[in-house]
């Protein structure tokens, strides 16, 4: 009878309070297959892997992405702060990957006195680097492309979930824990294949924290936004986890000098959240003197297909009016110029001469005085 109210007690607080980690029971690479992580059950002082089923491809072909769990002293995982680390929700946005594999082979080397935990998903869509491209391909109806960037926090498939709304659903809910695993969430990006940048964020500061999180970045450009639904950042944001998303370099191309720079930014952040044992008893005071705060984007786009002479580099400031672009036909002949429709800095602008109607030709920040851009647009 004791036994019997004790096995009614957990089941009643298992389906209360949370799930134990579910292991499938297979094995890939070496690496323990997982439906559910629950971070009581990992490891502490140690750092582990797990593969997270996430899905099946038409065939029934299993999906698994790579987890990463870093878990410190036993107490921390209550008393410490849980950052997320992610990388590669689009699959051609590859220096973040090597960002998150660089954070935790160096917490291998702290995990003895961690004081909280790291998790980390350096491919969120192997999927899309297999197709070498950015978007998450689903196969019925003839084929389409899914940004998984939009889909958060996923649909389950009991509710009718396609493949990405599953992926998404599964590591919003399985690793993420429906947030309650997370306290702050770092989103690693580069942008699309074809343009460049150098290092800027999207942060909306109307949650407390992540004014803090961007400055400690010292990107290049900071840009103030209210967020894109659907986004991970967004969806931590709108759940009160504080989180930004960080764009860095070009896709498809492991920038040395831009991954020191975000690894750098992860560290301070460790610091910060009291996650590693603090140098200093003062706060880190970030160095913005090279950073250009904004609320406002505008892109350029061009009214033709052909190809684009940039009159400006990314990180140039620009006057409005200031010629930014040309775009010429195939024999040359220039078709039309862009100018820049305000005084602000061009932050990121194609890579690719390539360009067809209504492509960008190059994106200017700079402060909309429209009242409506006061927590940032883009126009
Ligand atoms: C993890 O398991 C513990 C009990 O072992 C439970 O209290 C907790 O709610 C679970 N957490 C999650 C996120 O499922
Ligand atoms: C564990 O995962 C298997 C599939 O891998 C699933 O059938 C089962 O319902 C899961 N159990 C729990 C408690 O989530
Ligand atoms: C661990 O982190 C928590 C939360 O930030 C903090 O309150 C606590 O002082 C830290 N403990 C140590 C030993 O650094
Ligand atoms: C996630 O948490 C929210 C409340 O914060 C709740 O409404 C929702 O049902 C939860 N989702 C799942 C899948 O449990
Ligand atoms: C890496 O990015 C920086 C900053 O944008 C740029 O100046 C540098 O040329 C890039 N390095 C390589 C090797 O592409
Ligand atoms: C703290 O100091 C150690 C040893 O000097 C150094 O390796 C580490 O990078 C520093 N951490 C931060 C966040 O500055
Ligand atoms: C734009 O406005 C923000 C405050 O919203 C300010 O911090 C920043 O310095 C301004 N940037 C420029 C270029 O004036
Ligand atoms: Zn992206």
Redesign the pocket.
Known sequence: MQFLTSLFVSLALFGATGTATNFTGDVVNGVPVISYLNLSDVPTRSVSRYYLRVGELSGGLPVHIPVFVARGTPE?LE???KLSLSAAIHGDELNGVRVVQRIFAQLEGQVESL??TVIGIPTVNPMGIYLNQRNYFTSHNSGWLTNINRVFPGTAAVDGGSLPELLAYNIWNNVWANKSQVDVGIDLHTPSSGAETSLWCYADFRLPYVERLAKLLQPDTLKIDPGEPGSIETTFVSNSIPSITVEMGLAKVWNASLIDRVYDFVNRVLDD???V?SNSTQAYSPDLSKTYIATTFHDSVSTYGGFVEQLVTVDEPVTKGQPIANIRNAFGDILETIYSPETGKMFQSPQDPSIEPGASVGQIAYNSTDPECADGCIL
């Open positions: 921390s008393s410490g702060k004081n909280g959240l009291d996650i044992p």
